[in-house]
């Protein structure tokens, strides 16, 4: 049953392609924290250390910035979705899920 209702999805060009642009996007955004946290973490010593805080704390609020965007983005494109609203709601929570994982994996990880 689910793979009949996946096969009625793939038809829709524009859907799929939403959702792969939404997963790079994701991935692009997870890189740009992963730098931001590296940068922040870095064993500088002297003014390249405050250098180094600055320009990770300013790139990590860039990718936090664009976490946001492509969430809104996906949350404004699912509401003028033709769905079910049940199905709407499914796909929110586990985009939500899965972007506030993404974002916490890059918090908790040692670079």
């Given at each position: 049953?689910?793979?009949?209702?996946?096969?009625?999805?793939?038809?829709?060009?524009?859907?799929?392609?939403?959702?792969?642009?939404?997963?790079?996007?994701?991935?692009?955004?997870?890189?740009?924290?992963?730098?931001?946290?590296?940068?922040?973490?870095?064993?500088?010593?002297?003014?390249?250390?405050?250098?180094?805080?600055?320009?990770?704390?300013?790139?990590?609020?860039?990718?936090?910035?664009?976490?946001?965007?492509?969430?809104?983005?996906?949350?404004?494109?699912?509401?003028?979705?033709?769905?079910?609203?049940?199905l709407k709601i499914i796909i929110f929570i586990?985009?939500?899920?899965?972007?506030?994982?993404?974002?916490?994996?890059?918090?908790?990880r040692k670079f």
């Amino acid at each position: 049953m689910p793979f009949v209702f996946l096969s009625n999805l793939s038809k829709n060009d524009a859907l799929v392609k939403l959702v792969f642009d939404h997963l790079r996007n994701l991935g692009l955004c997870a890189l740009i924290g992963s730098i931001g946290i590296w940068k922040f973490n870095s064993s500088a010593t002297g003014l390249v250390f405050i250098f180094d805080k600055a320009i990770g704390f300013v790139v990590g609020m860039i990718a936090f910035g664009l976490f946001f965007l492509n969430y809104d983005y996906g949350f404004n494109k699912l509401q003028e979705m033709d769905a079910p609203s049940w199905l709407k709601i499914i796909i929110f929570i586990i985009y939500g899920f899965v972007c506030s994982e993404v974002f916490l994996f890059l918090l908790r990880r040692k670079f």
